[in-house]
Antibody, heavy 119, light 110 residues
Framework: QVQLVESGGGVVQPGRSLRLSCAAS????????MHWVRQAPGKGLEWVTF????????SYADFVKGRFTTSRDNSKNTLYLQLNSLGPDDTAVYFC????????????WGQGTLVTVSS | QSALTQPPSVSGSPGQSVTISCTGT?????????VSWYQQPPGTAPKLMIY???DRPSGVPDRFSGSKSGNTASLTISGLQAEDEADYYC??????????FGGGTKLTVL
């Protein structure tokens, strides 16, 4: 079955960086586009970024403003999210999610990893 | 990329029907039949309930249905059950490989 397992979250000081990982299994990772979605504590879901199956094209939400970078290693079935210049508003659970091919939405989600930005 | 507008909360008694609206703009909901709905019980990952405005993934009960008119999409849950109590989110494709979520709606089953 499809499994997405995020890791790399933790407590980080404002202005610092963090790299999240998402290990995929149960499907052909290299055939699927992928997303990152985040959810601040007690708040709603917020789409963050998308990358195509080959990793050659990415898109980002406006609030990212060049601070985040998504990438993937299809040989390792792993998706990454590099978070730079973090601020308190970036505190959230970050979910890795599989793109539902040709349906322009997400079908499977990981359980998320919590990033807390605090001094 | 402004969030889609959903009512903060809705409620209904078992067996009743409830409808959750999701209002966007001509740049997202109004331009694409690519609206999906997710169910998220507390502390869990979201689950896809509706995609492409009104299609259901396998395993989702037909009590869940979706529709769209202009810039507003809607999710209707009929025959409400206690297990339906959760947060519900809409999401729309908004072009150029970008997406926008709604603010979420808390469904309470009375």
């Amino acid at each position: 079955q499809v499994q997405l397992v995020e890791s790399g979250g933790g407590v980080v000081q404002p202005g610092r960086s963090l790299r999240l990982s998402c290990a995929a299994s149960g499907f052909t990772f290299s055939s699927h586009a992928m997303h990152w979605v985040r959810q601040a504590p007690g708040k709603g879901l917020e789409w963050v970024t998308f990358t195509t199956p080959d990793g050659n094209t990415q898109s980002y939400a406006d609030f990212v403003k060049g601070r985040f970078t998504t990438s993937r290693d299809n040989s390792k079935n792993t998706l990454y999210l590099q978070l730079n210049s973090l601020g308190p508003d970036d505190t959230a659970v970050y979910f890795c999610a599989r793109d539902f091919t040709a349906k322009y939405t997400v079908d499977y989600w990981g359980q998320g990893t919590l990033v807390t930005v605090s001094s | 990329q402004s969030a889609l507008t959903q009512p903060p909360s809705v409620s209904g008694s078992p067996g009743q029907s409830v409808t959750i609206s999701c209002t966007g703009t001509s740049s997202d909901v109004g331009s694409y039949n690519r609206v999906s709905w997710y169910q998220q019980p507390p502390g869990t990952a979201p689950k896809l309930m509706i995609y492409d405005v009104s299609d259901r993934p396998s395993g989702v009960p037909d009590r869940f249905s979706g529709s769209k008119s202009g810039n507003t999409a809607s999710l209707t849950i009929s025959g409400l059950q206690a297990e339906d109590e959760a947060d519900y989110y809409c999401i729309s494709y908004s072009g150029s490989y970008t997406w926008v979520f709604g603010g979420g709606t808390k469904l309470t089953v009375l």
